[in-house]
């Protein structure tokens, strides 16, 4: 396993500015990643909210495994709680379907503040949140309908919170990712870093990649030597016939490991290994 741990004070700060601003919304709207939903999951947002709906977005869902998600939607929809599948980046109903949803999530709301005389609710305040490079910032730009916020593919782009109109019934809160100080179990790191959640100047992504490798081999028997063309065996076998299939080596003819690593991260960040979930519902 890896040890992998990132929480820089400009996050602390935004945790502290999210507490503060709770108490003006009505919900909050969770982003996480599709293809490691318990990974992705902020425990400390559990206490926080206190009791709020939540709408639990599982973003990039086109990069995941469509029956892994089947079954994470089954089990994370419940009473106070409802979940979603999309594709932020492509998927033109998404807005339609978030502001529904959120409308669905706050209709006891808005019935008690007709039942008290107020004819025209005020728009539903909801905050959106979630960690690190999961898509939050592509979320907010699909319900603004405009490119409201700034989307790379790197952690840690939005530091401060804004208000985005996004609906005449919706406005919404854009917070900046936010981790928690320490990952109680070091798969979640393995993850997070696999998948571009942390700051990848703080891991070793060599090993990073072999972690990944390997529970992609257990997951996916022969996929990966299928896309590189190469033979099996433990990871770092693996490593080496990704070096191979991308003419990366070093001067002699060994393969580079540190230069494969990096591609294969980024390959499968991107989708380019076909629909992968790490994590799975137990």
């Known amino acids: 396993m ?7 004070g400009h996050m602390e700060k935004a945790r502290r500015a999210m507490q503060d601003s709770l108490k003006q919304v ?22 926080m909210i206190q009791g709020k709906a ?4 599982l973003s ?49 709301k808005r019935e008690k503040m007709k039942a008290r005389g107020i004819l025209n609710p005020r ?3 909801a905050m959106a949140c979630g960690i690190p490079n999961v898509g939050k910032s592509t979320l ?3 319900i603004a309908g405009k490119n409201a916020a700034r989307t790379e593919d790197r952690p840690g782009v939005t530091r401060n919170l804004a208000w985005i109109h996004a609906d005449r019934a919706l406005d919404v809160l854009d917070t900046p990712g936010v981790l928690w100080p320490k990952f109680t179990d070091e798969h979640t790191g393995e993850h997070l870093a696999a998948l571009g959640s942390v700051n990848e100047e703080i891991v070793d992504r060599s090993e990073i990649a072999l972690a990944a490798i390997a529970l ?21 076998k693996v490593l080496a016939g990704v070096a191979s299939a991308r003419a990366l080596l070093k001067e002699g003819g060994s393969p580079d490991l540190r230069r494969a690593a990096d591609l294969f991260l980024h390959e499968l960040r991107r ?12």
């Open 123 to 125: 728009a539903m305040r």
């Open 60 to 108: 990039k869902s086109d990069l995941a495994d469509p029956e892994a998600t089947a079954l994470w939607l089954q089990k994370l929809n419940s009473q106070n709680q409802k979940a979603l599948a999309l594709d932020l980046a492509s998927d033109h109903s998404a807005r339609t379907q978030i502001i529904s949803a959120c409308m669905e999530l706050t209709a006891a």
């Open 216 to 236: 992609i081999q257990k997951r996916y028997p022969g996929l990966l030597e299928k896309a590189y063309q190469c033979d099996g065996g433990n990871a770092q």
């Open 271 to 282: 989708g380019a290994l076909g629909r992968i979930t790490l994590e799975w519902p137990q």
């Open 26 to 47: 009505d919900m909050v709207i969770e982003v996480r990643d599709a293809r490691i939903p318990e990974a992705s999951r902020n425990p400390m947002l559990d206490q």
């Open 2 to 8: 890896v040890a992998v741990q990132w929480y820089p």
């Open 54 to 57: 939540r709408l639990v977005i």
């Open 140 to 142: 907010i730009n699909r």
